[in-house]
């Protein structure tokens, strides 16, 4: 079945610096790659979502990268603020269901 | 819209006891899913529905029952409680084409049920 490995589990950057965020899967049939974010006490919600047909979508500060050679895929947060503080969840689909990585709790510092 | 509701918020068990989580979306969905989450583990699928009248294992179901009342709503049952099952529970619905190749949709979360078995 599918694995996804997800890293940094931790990350710390100073306001206004660049964050990024890489995953791996396994299973070479996944064709859906969204991300979640996650604010203390709150459910996950979706940030920004790609599908195998592309390689890069944007959204304002936000981007994700899917090398499907290589079964990887990145979060790319810029010009990061305090409210981007939270835990990210990438995740691939397995048939209809979603695997998801471990997390990342990510801190940005004013 | 309420999206996706949950019940309770909280709830304490002694181990062996059981309960019932519920689970309710008014998005017309088709799909629906139930995670737990435990520090590091990330969202862990338990069973989860793909249309109403089907239900089928996640990674970690055992332990655990589900049933599809109808479209609307989803319950996870706990026959007898374990500290192992002490987690956050979330549900989630989805408007999903699971026929692959077909990718999914976005899946939208209700607020959590925290659970502690003592």
Known sequence: ?110 | NAGVTQTPKFQVLKTGQSMTLQCAQDMNHNSMYWYRQDPGMGLRLIYYSASEGTTDKGEVPNGYNVSRLNKREFSLRLESAAPSQTSVYFCASSEMAVREPLPPYEQYFGPGTRLTVT
């Open chain 1, 1 to 110: 079945g599918e694995n996804v490995e997800q890293h940094p589990s931790t990350l710390s950057v100073q306001e206004g610096d660049s964050a990024v965020i890489k995953c791996t899967y396994s299973d070479s049939a996944s064709n859906y790659f969204p991300w979640y974010k996650q604010e203390l006490g709150k459910r996950p919600q979706l940030i920004i979502d790609i599908r195998s047909n592309v390689g890069e979508k944007k959204d304002q500060r936000i981007a994700v990268t899917l090398n499907k050679t290589a079964k990887h895929f990145s979060l790319h947060i810029t010009e990061t603020q305090p409210e981007d503080s939270a835990v990210y969840f990438c995740a691939a689909n397995q048939g209809g269901k979603l695997i998801f990585g471990q997390g990342t709790e990510l801190s940005v510092k004013p």
